[in-house]
């Protein structure tokens, strides 16, 4: 059995929020990473690939 979160994935997103900066965000888990360029994601483990990050999508979430 291999376990998927050991092959790096690359990070594709990154959430934008008004008042405290941008995060990037877990291909894995979805939740926002709490540095750039780390190794593993700090919640699940994910393996991270930072290759294309300047690339990566912008999130706005939702105003409250």
């Given amino acids: 059995m291999e376990l998927s979160f050991r092959k790096p994935a690359p990070v594709t997103q ?8 941008r995060y990037p ?23 991270l690939d930072w290759k294309h990050y300047k ?3 912008i999130i706005y979430p939702d105003r409250i």
């Fill in 14 to 21: 990154v959430r934008m929020f008004w008042h405290d900066g």
């Fill in 25 to 47: 965000v877990c291909p894995r888990c979805g939740i926002s990473l709490d540095r750039e360029y780390q190794s593993f994601c700090d919640r699940c483990g994910q393996r």
């Fill in 55 to 57: 690339e990566a999508q």
